[in-house]
Protein backbone atom coordinates (compact mmCIF):
# COMPACT_ATOMS: atom_id res chain seq x y z
CA UNK A 1 0.00 0.00 0.00
CA UNK A 2 1.13 3.42 -0.96
CA UNK A 3 1.91 6.00 1.68
CA UNK A 4 -1.19 8.04 2.13
CA UNK A 5 -1.64 11.61 2.60
CA UNK A 6 1.93 12.07 3.88
CA UNK A 7 1.62 15.48 5.70
CA UNK A 8 -1.15 14.66 7.25
CA UNK A 9 -0.34 13.56 11.49
CA UNK A 10 -2.01 10.97 13.02
CA UNK A 11 -5.05 9.00 11.64
CA UNK A 12 -3.71 6.42 10.02
CA UNK A 13 -7.32 4.37 9.43
CA UNK A 14 -9.13 7.67 7.84
CA UNK A 15 -5.79 8.26 5.65
CA UNK A 16 -5.95 4.49 4.32
CA UNK A 17 -9.43 4.22 3.62
CA UNK A 18 -9.59 7.17 1.86
CA UNK A 19 -6.19 6.70 -0.43
CA UNK A 20 -8.24 3.25 -0.90
CA UNK A 21 -11.19 5.19 -2.01
CA UNK A 22 -9.08 7.45 -4.48
CA UNK A 23 -7.19 4.68 -5.90
CA UNK A 24 -10.44 2.69 -6.32
CA UNK A 25 -12.01 5.85 -8.45
CA UNK A 26 -14.81 5.44 -4.85
CA UNK A 27 -14.62 8.24 -3.22
CA UNK A 28 -18.11 10.07 -2.89
CA UNK A 29 -18.65 13.15 -4.07
CA UNK A 30 -18.95 15.06 -0.19
CA UNK A 31 -17.39 14.41 2.75
CA UNK A 32 -18.21 16.14 6.41
CA UNK A 33 -14.40 16.57 7.81
CA UNK A 34 -14.96 17.65 11.39
CA UNK A 35 -12.72 18.02 14.10
CA UNK A 36 -11.20 20.82 16.18
CA UNK A 37 -9.43 23.67 15.67
CA UNK A 38 -5.74 22.83 14.64
CA UNK A 39 -6.32 19.29 13.97
CA UNK A 40 -4.88 18.85 10.52
CA UNK A 41 -8.87 19.56 8.44
CA UNK A 42 -7.46 22.14 5.83
CA UNK A 43 -4.38 19.42 5.51
CA UNK A 44 -6.60 16.85 4.54
CA UNK A 45 -8.41 18.78 2.61
CA UNK A 46 -5.49 20.32 0.31
CA UNK A 47 -3.75 16.25 0.04
CA UNK A 48 -7.29 15.18 -1.04
CA UNK A 49 -7.66 17.88 -3.84
CA UNK A 50 -3.84 16.87 -4.79
CA UNK A 51 -4.56 13.32 -4.91
CA UNK A 52 -7.25 13.36 -6.72
CA UNK A 53 -5.25 15.15 -9.75
CA UNK A 54 -2.04 13.40 -9.13
CA UNK A 55 -0.39 12.27 -12.15
CA UNK A 56 1.62 9.96 -10.49
CA UNK A 57 -1.29 8.33 -8.65
CA UNK A 58 -0.85 4.83 -10.03
CA UNK A 59 3.13 4.56 -9.17
CA UNK A 60 3.21 2.33 -6.13
CA UNK A 61 6.81 3.61 -4.94
CA UNK A 62 5.53 7.30 -4.50
CA UNK A 63 3.10 8.40 -1.81
CA UNK A 64 -0.04 9.62 -2.65
CA UNK A 65 -0.35 12.47 -3.62
CA UNK A 66 3.13 12.37 -4.51
CA UNK A 67 3.52 16.09 -4.16
CA UNK A 68 6.46 16.33 -7.18
CA UNK A 69 4.27 16.45 -10.35
CA UNK A 70 3.15 19.74 -11.47
CA UNK A 71 -0.20 19.43 -10.35
CA UNK A 72 0.53 18.46 -7.19
CA UNK A 73 3.01 21.03 -7.03
CA UNK A 74 0.43 23.67 -8.28
CA UNK A 75 -2.64 22.51 -5.63
CA UNK A 76 -0.02 22.05 -2.24
CA UNK A 77 1.23 25.59 -3.00
CA UNK A 78 -1.86 27.12 -2.87
CA UNK A 79 -1.85 27.91 -6.78
CA UNK A 80 -4.43 26.06 -8.58
CA UNK A 81 -8.15 27.42 -9.31
CA UNK A 82 -9.52 24.27 -8.88
CA UNK A 83 -9.14 23.93 -5.15
CA UNK A 84 -11.65 26.79 -4.22
CA UNK A 85 -11.91 27.41 -0.30
CA UNK A 86 -15.78 28.71 0.35
CA UNK A 87 -15.94 31.03 3.49
CA UNK A 88 -18.28 33.35 4.96
CA UNK A 89 -18.44 37.30 4.31
CA UNK A 90 -16.36 38.29 6.94
CA UNK A 91 -19.05 41.12 7.93
CA UNK A 92 -21.65 38.15 8.26
CA UNK A 93 -22.04 36.03 11.06
CA UNK A 94 -23.45 33.12 8.91
CA UNK A 95 -22.64 31.68 5.65
CA UNK A 96 -25.17 32.75 3.43
CA UNK A 97 -27.49 31.35 0.56
CA UNK A 98 -25.92 33.83 -2.15
CA UNK A 99 -22.36 32.26 -1.31
CA UNK A 100 -24.31 29.20 -2.02
CA UNK A 101 -26.16 30.38 -4.99
CA UNK A 102 -22.78 31.28 -6.59
CA UNK A 103 -21.23 28.21 -5.80
CA UNK A 104 -23.71 26.25 -7.58
CA UNK A 105 -23.29 28.25 -10.45
CA UNK A 106 -19.52 28.04 -10.10
CA UNK A 107 -19.35 23.84 -10.52
CA UNK A 108 -21.21 23.84 -13.89
CA UNK A 109 -17.69 25.36 -15.19
CA UNK A 110 -15.12 22.66 -15.81
CA UNK A 111 -11.61 22.10 -14.20
CA UNK A 112 -9.51 24.49 -15.77
CA UNK A 113 -6.12 22.71 -15.63
CA UNK A 114 -6.71 19.54 -12.96
CA UNK A 115 -8.98 16.51 -13.49
CA UNK A 116 -11.25 17.71 -10.31
CA UNK A 117 -12.36 20.69 -8.75
CA UNK A 118 -12.44 20.54 -5.02
CA UNK A 119 -14.63 23.01 -2.88
CA UNK A 120 -13.59 23.38 0.23
CA UNK A 121 -16.86 24.68 2.57
CA UNK A 122 -14.61 26.59 5.73
CA UNK A 123 -16.80 26.12 9.25
CA UNK A 124 -19.41 24.47 7.15
CA UNK A 125 -21.20 24.81 10.29
CA UNK A 126 -21.71 28.70 10.30
CA UNK A 127 -24.15 27.99 7.08
CA UNK A 128 -27.31 29.62 7.54
CA UNK A 129 -30.86 27.25 7.14
CA UNK A 130 -31.40 28.70 3.81
CA UNK A 131 -28.19 28.14 2.67
CA UNK A 132 -27.91 24.77 3.84
CA UNK A 133 -31.14 23.83 2.10
CA UNK A 134 -30.20 25.78 -1.24
CA UNK A 135 -26.84 23.35 -0.95
CA UNK A 136 -28.79 20.13 -0.42
CA UNK A 137 -29.27 19.15 -4.62
CA UNK A 138 -25.53 19.94 -5.91
CA UNK A 139 -24.50 17.93 -2.80
CA UNK A 140 -26.49 15.51 -4.40
CA UNK A 141 -25.85 15.16 -7.32
CA UNK A 142 -23.27 17.60 -8.69
CA UNK A 143 -21.09 16.86 -11.93
CA UNK A 144 -18.88 14.20 -11.57
CA UNK A 145 -15.38 16.03 -11.47
CA UNK A 146 -16.93 18.00 -8.43
CA UNK A 147 -15.77 16.58 -4.81
CA UNK A 148 -17.14 19.03 -1.34
CA UNK A 149 -15.44 18.88 1.58
CA UNK A 150 -17.24 20.27 4.49
CA UNK A 151 -15.12 21.19 7.35
CA UNK A 152 -16.28 21.94 10.70
CA UNK A 153 -15.98 21.85 14.35
CA UNK A 154 -19.43 20.13 15.07
CA UNK A 155 -21.38 18.42 12.60
CA UNK A 156 -24.58 18.65 14.79
CA UNK A 157 -24.42 22.01 13.50
CA UNK A 158 -25.73 20.57 10.42
CA UNK A 159 -28.91 19.61 9.04
CA UNK A 160 -29.95 15.72 8.71
CA UNK A 161 -30.56 16.57 5.45
CA UNK A 162 -26.89 17.08 4.72
CA UNK A 163 -25.09 14.83 7.09
CA UNK A 164 -26.94 12.22 5.11
CA UNK A 165 -25.44 13.32 2.05
CA UNK A 166 -21.85 13.50 2.90
CA UNK A 167 -20.06 10.54 5.08
CA UNK A 168 -18.35 12.20 7.92
CA UNK A 169 -14.72 11.71 8.30
CA UNK A 170 -13.84 12.49 11.76
CA UNK A 171 -10.06 13.78 12.58
CA UNK A 172 -8.37 12.40 15.72
CA UNK A 173 -6.44 13.88 18.42
CA UNK A 174 -3.45 13.28 18.74
CA UNK A 175 -1.54 11.80 22.08
CA UNK A 176 0.91 13.90 23.86
CA UNK A 177 3.33 11.63 22.64
CA UNK A 178 2.66 11.70 19.07
CA UNK A 179 2.31 15.62 19.68
CA UNK A 180 5.55 16.45 20.80
CA UNK A 181 6.95 13.82 17.84
CA UNK A 182 5.62 15.63 15.20
CA UNK A 183 5.98 19.41 16.66
CA UNK A 184 9.36 18.59 17.66
CA UNK A 185 10.47 17.64 13.55
CA UNK A 186 8.20 20.42 12.36
CA UNK A 187 9.18 23.37 14.38
CA UNK A 188 12.84 24.40 15.46
CA UNK A 189 11.08 26.39 18.71
CA UNK A 190 9.40 22.93 19.77
CA UNK A 191 12.89 21.45 20.91
CA UNK A 192 14.05 24.45 22.00
CA UNK A 193 11.27 24.76 24.59
CA UNK A 194 11.80 21.38 25.98
CA UNK A 195 15.17 21.94 26.36
CA UNK A 196 15.15 25.71 27.90
CA UNK A 197 12.05 25.03 30.21
CA UNK A 198 10.41 21.62 30.07
CA UNK A 199 7.79 22.63 32.36
CA UNK A 200 6.55 24.83 30.03
CA UNK A 201 6.84 22.41 26.68
CA UNK A 202 4.71 19.83 29.35
CA UNK A 203 2.12 22.81 29.78
CA UNK A 204 1.93 23.32 25.47
CA UNK A 205 1.31 19.54 25.22
CA UNK A 206 -1.65 19.78 27.79
CA UNK A 207 -3.14 22.94 26.55
CA UNK A 208 -2.89 21.74 23.00
CA UNK A 209 -5.05 18.40 24.35
CA UNK A 210 -3.57 16.44 20.55
CA UNK A 211 -4.31 19.19 18.27
CA UNK A 212 -1.31 19.90 16.18
CA UNK A 213 -2.41 23.20 15.00
CA UNK A 214 -2.86 24.75 18.55
CA UNK A 215 0.41 23.02 19.54
CA UNK A 216 2.39 25.14 17.07
CA UNK A 217 0.64 28.10 18.22
CA UNK A 218 1.48 28.09 21.71
CA UNK A 219 4.91 27.91 21.12
CA UNK A 220 5.02 31.36 19.99
CA UNK A 221 5.75 32.96 22.99
CA UNK A 222 2.89 35.84 22.48
CA UNK A 223 0.40 33.72 22.38
CA UNK A 224 1.20 31.47 25.03
CA UNK A 225 1.85 34.23 28.05
CA UNK A 226 -2.14 34.70 28.16
CA UNK A 227 -2.76 31.35 28.73
CA UNK A 228 0.29 30.63 30.85
CA UNK A 229 -0.77 33.33 33.52
CA UNK A 230 -4.87 32.33 33.40
CA UNK A 231 -3.22 28.74 34.17
CA UNK A 232 -0.76 30.32 37.02
CA UNK A 233 -4.09 31.82 38.48
CA UNK A 234 -6.05 28.81 38.31
CA UNK A 235 -2.78 27.05 40.66
CA UNK A 236 -2.85 29.40 42.75
CA UNK A 237 -7.05 29.48 43.43
CA UNK A 238 -6.89 25.70 44.00
CA UNK A 239 -3.81 25.25 46.26
CA UNK A 240 -5.18 28.44 48.38
CA UNK A 241 -8.14 25.82 48.63
CA UNK A 242 -5.37 23.36 50.20
CA UNK A 243 -4.37 25.23 53.20
CA UNK A 244 -7.39 27.79 53.51
CA UNK A 245 -6.87 30.87 55.42
CA UNK A 246 -8.65 34.30 55.09
CA UNK A 247 -5.61 36.58 54.26
CA UNK A 248 -4.47 33.66 51.22
CA UNK A 249 -8.01 33.25 50.06
CA UNK A 250 -8.36 37.21 49.63
CA UNK A 251 -5.27 37.62 47.97
CA UNK A 252 -6.34 34.97 45.24
CA UNK A 253 -9.84 36.46 45.04
CA UNK A 254 -7.94 40.15 44.29
CA UNK A 255 -5.75 38.75 41.92
CA UNK A 256 -8.67 37.65 39.58
CA UNK A 257 -9.05 39.49 36.60
CA UNK A 258 -11.12 42.44 36.68
CA UNK A 259 -12.51 42.20 33.02
CA UNK A 260 -15.38 40.24 32.14
CA UNK A 261 -14.69 38.16 29.33
CA UNK A 262 -10.56 38.42 30.83
CA UNK A 263 -12.39 36.56 34.09
CA UNK A 264 -14.64 33.81 32.46
CA UNK A 265 -11.23 32.36 30.92
CA UNK A 266 -9.55 32.43 34.32
CA UNK A 267 -12.92 30.37 35.38
CA UNK A 268 -12.74 27.74 32.74
CA UNK A 269 -9.19 27.35 33.98
CA UNK A 270 -9.91 27.09 37.22
CA UNK A 271 -13.22 24.58 36.53
CA UNK A 272 -10.52 22.20 34.38
CA UNK A 273 -8.28 22.45 36.89
CA UNK A 274 -11.21 21.27 39.39
CA UNK A 275 -12.24 18.64 37.01
CA UNK A 276 -8.60 16.82 36.57
CA UNK A 277 -8.54 17.04 40.90
CA UNK A 278 -12.11 15.06 40.41
CA UNK A 279 -10.62 12.42 37.95
CA UNK A 280 -7.43 12.06 39.87
CA UNK A 281 -9.40 11.10 42.60
CA UNK A 282 -10.76 7.88 40.92
CA UNK A 283 -8.32 5.37 40.45
CA UNK A 284 -9.40 4.76 37.14
CA UNK A 285 -6.53 6.86 35.27
CA UNK A 286 -8.98 8.88 33.02
CA UNK A 287 -6.98 11.94 31.15
CA UNK A 288 -6.06 14.94 32.68
CA UNK A 289 -7.09 17.87 30.60
CA UNK A 290 -4.98 21.13 32.78
CA UNK A 291 -2.63 19.56 35.11
CA UNK A 292 1.13 17.83 33.37
CA UNK A 293 2.25 16.14 35.79
CA UNK A 294 -0.60 13.06 37.10
CA UNK A 295 1.30 13.45 40.33
CA UNK A 296 0.56 17.13 40.82
CA UNK A 297 -3.28 16.65 40.23
CA UNK A 298 -3.08 13.24 42.61
CA UNK A 299 -1.28 15.02 45.67
CA UNK A 300 -4.16 18.25 45.67
CA UNK A 301 -6.93 15.56 44.91
CA UNK A 302 -5.59 13.54 48.14
CA UNK A 303 -5.71 16.92 50.17
CA UNK A 304 -9.35 17.83 49.28
CA UNK A 305 -12.75 15.66 49.95
CA UNK A 306 -14.74 15.05 47.30
CA UNK A 307 -17.84 16.42 48.73
CA UNK A 308 -15.57 19.87 48.94
CA UNK A 309 -14.15 19.32 45.16
CA UNK A 310 -17.99 18.90 43.76
CA UNK A 311 -19.33 22.06 45.82
CA UNK A 312 -15.83 24.05 44.74
CA UNK A 313 -16.88 22.60 41.12
CA UNK A 314 -20.31 23.99 41.83
CA UNK A 315 -19.50 27.50 43.26
CA UNK A 316 -17.29 27.91 39.98
CA UNK A 317 -20.07 26.82 37.54
CA UNK A 318 -22.89 29.12 39.41
CA UNK A 319 -19.77 31.99 39.04
CA UNK A 320 -19.29 31.30 35.12
CA UNK A 321 -22.74 31.42 34.33
CA UNK A 322 -23.56 34.88 36.31
CA UNK A 323 -20.57 36.05 34.63
CA UNK A 324 -21.46 35.13 31.65
CA UNK A 325 -25.10 36.18 32.07
CA UNK A 326 -23.32 39.69 32.91
CA UNK A 327 -24.17 39.64 36.91
CA UNK A 328 -21.99 42.22 38.73
CA UNK A 329 -18.49 41.06 38.76
CA UNK A 330 -17.79 42.39 42.64
CA UNK A 331 -21.01 40.36 43.57
CA UNK A 332 -19.69 37.27 41.74
CA UNK A 333 -16.29 36.96 43.16
CA UNK A 334 -17.21 37.94 46.62
CA UNK A 335 -20.19 34.47 46.22
CA UNK A 336 -17.23 32.59 44.62
CA UNK A 337 -15.07 33.14 47.50
CA UNK A 338 -17.73 32.74 50.41
CA UNK A 339 -19.00 29.38 48.36
CA UNK A 340 -14.89 28.31 48.87
CA UNK A 341 -14.52 28.80 51.81
CA UNK A 342 -11.65 30.88 51.00
CA UNK A 343 -12.74 34.16 53.03
ZN1 LIG B 1 1.46 14.16 -7.80
Request: proline share 5%; charged share 25%.
Amino acid sequence: MKTAFPTLVGNKALREHLAADILGHSLSHAYIIEGVRGSGKHTLARQIAAALSCEKKEDAHLPLPCGLCPSCKKILSGNSPDLIFVQKDPEKAQLGVDIIRSVREDVRLLPNDTDFKVYVIEDAHNMNFQAQNAFLLTLESPPPYVVFLLLCEDSGALLETVRSRAPRLKMQLLTPEETEKYICSVDPRAQELRQSSPREFADVLTVASGSVGQAIELLDDKKRAPISARRALAKEFVSALENRSARAGAQIISRLPQKREELLLCLFQIRLALRDLIVAKKSDGGELCFYSLREEAEDLSFALSTSDLLSVYDAVEEAISMTGANGNLRLILFSLATKCRLI
